[in-house]
């Protein structure tokens, strides 16, 4: 069945620290990912996708991910994260590129002063 | 571009009653989303349009839901006889195409009693 795993429920993480948030999925076709953030009682709001070309993508707020094929995977990055970065995190796959988004449960990210 | 337009915000009902919630894309986007979040999970795929047609229905759609979309411009979504397990987030989004991600609206919080 195609999935999307994002491993970690909760990240904390002191601000201006590093973070990485993980997304895997399980698919053997190709597909179209996303990353969206969602602030308290908001919508979500598209962070950076990847379609085909470069395997480094640069999203807004500073954010960066990176698709590796071979482990079928789609971390998110910042080098220096902030208080207002503190929201949930979903993580996102089209499969063949014509399905609906299946998101992933998500990953809260608390920046701590 | 006034982007993507949930009304209501809020919703009380009491178990056994009909809801409907109204959705308003973009103007120029052709694709139009339903999804369902429930508390500490990822948003859940329900139904979509292309256009005025719908197009795909998720297994978690049961009889009681029914979504519409006339003339292709805003959509509707029914749940009748509600139940308590409907109490949850219903996010509109809407897109161009599957490649551009999509854009979500702020939602319709459902609390059935």
């Known amino acids: 069945a195609q999935s999307v795993t994002q491993l970690d429920s909760q990240v904390p993480v002191f601000e201006e620290a590093p973070v990485e948030l993980r997304c895997n999925y399980s698919?053997?076709?190709?597909?179209?990912l996303f990353w969206y953030v969602q602030y308290p009682n908001q919508g979500l709001q598209l962070l950076l996708k990847y379609l085909s070309g470069s395997t480094l993508v640069k999203g807004i707020n500073g954010f960066e991910a990176e698709f590796n094929k071979s482990q079928t995977s789609f971390h998110l990055r910042k080098p220096s994260v902030h208080i207002s970065d503190t929201a949930e995190y979903f993580c996102a796959v089209s499969f063949s590129g014509n399905t609906p988004l299946v998101f992933g449960k998500g990953t809260r990210l608390s920046v701590i002063a | 571009d006034t982007g993507v337009s949930q009304n209501p915000r809020h919703k009380i009902t009491k178990r056994g009653q009909n809801v409907t919630f109204r959705c308003d894309p973009i103007s120029e986007h052709n694709r139009l989303y339903w999804y369902r979040q429930t508390l500490g999970q990822g948003p859940e795929f329900l139904t979509y349009?292309?256009?005025?047609?719908?197009?795909?229905k998720s297994r978690l759609l049961s009889d009681r839901f029914s979504a519409e979309r006339p003339k292709g411009s805003f959509s509707t979504l029914e749940i009748q006889r509600t139940e308590q397990g409907d109490s949850a987030m219903y996010l509109c989004?809407?897109?161009?195409?599957?490649?551009?991600?999509?854009?979500f609206g702020s939602g319709t919080r459902l609390t059935v009693v």
């Open positions: 698919s053997s076709v190709s597909v179209y």
């Open positions: 349009f292309q256009n005025e047609a719908q197009l795909e």
């Open positions: 989004a809407s897109s161009v195409g599957q490649d551009y991600g999509y854009t």
